[in-house]
């Protein structure tokens, strides 16, 4: 047990300590903000999952983005809901929709559902302006951050700076 959690530790720092690049930090955040707003039952959130696997986004922060935003999320369905009626009601998009619900992947898409629709536009909406804030963030505050990890004495017995053995010494 105890092996897992150091594992899972080492990995979680080494994602922190910038083994990716901020826009890859960023991309994640925005990836996982998609995953976490969208309906779980929705073929949409499975794309967006595989698209994660797919690519060279930061899986950490993909993660922790889409339980946050997921949290988020439940408490946003009426305001999806209220966008998802407006767009799925609108009478210049009603051709589409039909066209759309009448395609055999439609159903799994469940787009026809207002709280699918709404979260996927805020969504896709707010998809830029989180990773290009989270990607600045990153740039300017990533570097800061790790060092000042490294003040942590378990952050370095973890990360390999240290060895549990000097450690042992250095307390006796």
């Known amino acids: 047990m105890f092996l897992f959690i150091y594992k899972t530790l080492k990995i979680l720092i080494s994602a922190?300590?910038?083994?990716d690049s901020p826009k890859q930090i960023g991309?994640?955040?925005a990836v996982g903000m998609m995953i976490g707003l969208l309906p779980k039952d929705s073929a949409f959130a499975m794309m967006f999952g595989l698209f994660v696997f797919a690519t060279s986004v930061n899986l950490l922060a993909t993660t922790l983005s889409a339980?946050?935003?997921a949290l988020i999320g439940s408490l946003c369905d009426p305001l999806f809901h209220q966008v998802g009626l407006?767009?799925?009601t609108h009478e210049n998009l009603e051709a589409t929709w039909v066209w759309l619900y009448q395609q055999p992947f439609s159903a799994w898409t469940r787009f026809n559902n207002t709280v699918v629709m709404g979260s996927l536009l805020?969504?896709?909406f707010l998809m830029f302006p989180i990773y290009y804030y989270?990607?600045?963030f990153f740039e300017a505050n990533g570097a800061r951050f790790s060092r000042s990890l490294t003040r942590f004495w378990l952050f370095r017995v973890i990360a390999g700076k240290?060895?549990?053995a000097e450690l042992a010494g250095a307390e006796s």
């Open 27 to 29: 991309f994640g955040i």
């Open 162 to 164: 240290k060895k549990l």
């Open 16 to 19: 922190i300590r910038g083994s």
């Open 86 to 88: 407006f767009v799925l």
């Open 122 to 124: 805020v969504g896709l």
């Open 67 to 69: 339980i946050t935003f």
């Open 134 to 136: 989270s990607t600045g």
